[in-house]
């Protein structure tokens, strides 16, 4: 222990010193809203990714996707063997897997593709309501629509990078599988336009639709859910209508047939919808396939655009009204 007369002489003397300096402006560079935006989009965009996530996460996003290429694989399978038969050259514009990327789509619209938006989409959007962190991005230099627009672009990224990636490497494998690649590649820049569009077009129909969904509850289970349920329960409920009616305008309440059809269109196939006629007589019931023609494009296009607006207005319509509580 230390004599009396150092610890009196430590006491005196200064701990700390403390200088005036005033206000001092910022010297440092502005990066500005867009930065904002630009931040918050790339750290959702990992998170979406599974970056940073638990195992089960992880688990579940690498399992989806790894489905998306194995139906990119049997599109390439399909179309060979259509190609082999002739289908692919008697009837391209009518025989949908004659176009391996028309095919693609076709089967990833359904539910392994509702799952990936279930899984990322809610994740992203409730849990800052849930936990309260929304008002701490509010508090900093941005507003609410800046943080909408850093969700939309991670989201929309992330789900057209994952659904164009299988389809990217299906063309590429068409290319490199013919006799001449550049050839190929020279006459079907058509078709790989419109597989862009359509991932991008799947991508911003979806999310925003599995978006307005996810505002309307803060439980990523229940919104899940609610994805989920609604896109299956469209479809029984179009698929219903169309064997029991034969009529076209049951492809308007499949959600996904707004969207299927608008794709269909980008590649130059018609895609007419195949039901069963069934029939009672004298107590048999034979089954007959039927043809139904869909409606023209622009008719899918309006009733898209109708459900991307209406989603539109029910996100800002949530998220304002959790910001002014």
């Known amino acids: 222990m230390s004599p009396p007369d150092e610890r009196s002489e430590r006491a005196g003397q200064a701990q700390g010193v403390i200088y005036q300096q005033g206000y001092r402006h910022y010297r440092g560079r502005y990066l500005g809203r867009l930065h904002a935006v630009v931040s918050l989009a790339w750290a959702d965009g990992k998170r979406a990714l599974g970056i940073g996530r638990g195992w ?18 049997i599109a390439f399978g399909t179309n060979a063997v259509t190609e082999r038969i002739g289908a692919g050259g008697q009837s391209r514009s009518f025989y949908p897997f004659a176009n391996p990327y028309n ?8 539910i392994i593709l509702w799952l990936l938006f279930a899984l990322i989409i809610p994740d992203l959007l409730c849990n800052d309501r849930r936990y309260g962190t929304l008002r701490l991005y509010l508090a900093r230099p941005i507003s609410l ?10 989201i929309v990224g992330v789900l057209s990078a994952v ?3 299988p389809a990217l490497l299906l063309f590429l494998a068409k290319a490199l599988g013919a006799v001449q690649p550049g050839t190929y590649l020279a006459a079907h820049l058509g078709d790989l336009g419109a597989l862009l569009l ?3 077009l799947f991508a911003v129909y979806y999310a925003l639709i599995s978006g307005a969904l996810a505002s309307l509850t803060k439980s990523t289970g229940y919104a899940a859910a609610g994805i989920v349920g609604l896109l299956i329960a469209a479809r029984l409920v179009g698929s219903t209508v169309l064997a029991f009616t034969h009529r076209r305008m049951a492809t308007l309440i499949d959600l996904s047939q707004l969207v299927g059809q608008i794709k269909s269109s980008l590649f130059g196939v018609n895609q007419p919808l195949i039901t069963l006629n069934i029939q009672f007589q004298n107590g048999s019931q034979p089954v007959t396939p039927v043809i139904v023609q869909p409606y023209p494009v622009w008719v899918y296009l309006l009733a898209a655009l109708a459900a991307v607006l209406l989603s539109a207005l029910v996100i800002g319509w949530r998220y304002r009204r959790e910001v002014d509580r």
């Open 56 to 73: 089960k996460y992880k688990l579940g996003f690498f399992i989806l996707v790894g489905i998306l290429l194995i139906i990119a694989l």
């Open 198 to 200: 359509s991932g991008l």
């Open 163 to 165: 659904l164009l990636a």
């Open 103 to 110: 095919g693609f789509f076709d089967s990833a619209n359904g």
């Open 145 to 154: 629509s800046d943080y909408l627009a850093g969700k939309a672009l991670a």
